[in-house]
């Protein structure tokens, strides 16, 4: 079965190369297109009447950067908002991952000590989880120690060893 991911790294460089790209879009029409005049970024490109020397072309022109800019404005207005949303949606799988991880540090962490298991690494949480015994091994090891303090009970008040044996050890 395979699982849903997202690949943050890849989330981030998107988010660059956005961010890059409107950057450079930015720099053609500083104001996004928004109050560009003929003047300012497309003066040299889009002459008037008299340079062109033929009304219709010039007016062709003039309403092919009046396009030009409006396009351009909204590029750098789409960016910018995919930006902000990319950026946030980040912003939420980096905390949900941090909440899963500092869960399971939790999980991992060793309850009888008195160190924070999320401020602990991986490599220490993988150590004192490895000294950790199971309720059943600790069972087992307090019926052993019961076993043997019988055991040793019953040499000092007769003064040998016991002839009591366990249920599966009689031969």
């Not at 996004?32 to 009447?49: E, W």
């Amino acid at each position: 079965m395979n699982g849903f991911g997202v690949d943050l790294g890849a989330m981030g460089q998107a988010i660059k190369g956005i961010n890059d790209t409107v950057a450079a879009l930015k720099e053609i029409a500083p104001d996004g297109g928004h109050l560009a005049s003929t003047t300012s970024t497309f003066g040299m490109l889009c002459p008037g009447q008299d340079e062109c020397g033929d009304e219709v072309l010039a007016d062709a022109l003039e309403e092919f950067f009046d396009r030009w800019r409006w396009g351009l404005r909204h590029l750098v207005k789409e960016g910018t908002e995919m930006v902000s949303a990319l950026t946030d949606t980040k912003t939420v799988y980096e905390q949900a991952e941090d909440k899963v991880k500092e869960a399971f540090q939790l999980l991992l962490g060793n309850p009888n000590s008195h160190d924070d298991p999320t401020k602990q690494s991986w490599e220490d949480l993988a150590r004192s989880g490895l000294n950790q015994t199971t309720p059943g091994a600790q069972w087992d090891k307090a019926t052993k120690g019961a076993a043997d303090a019988w055991d040793s009970s019953v040499e000092d008040v007769l003064g040998e060893e016991t002839s009591f044996k366990k249920a599966g050890d009689r031969s």
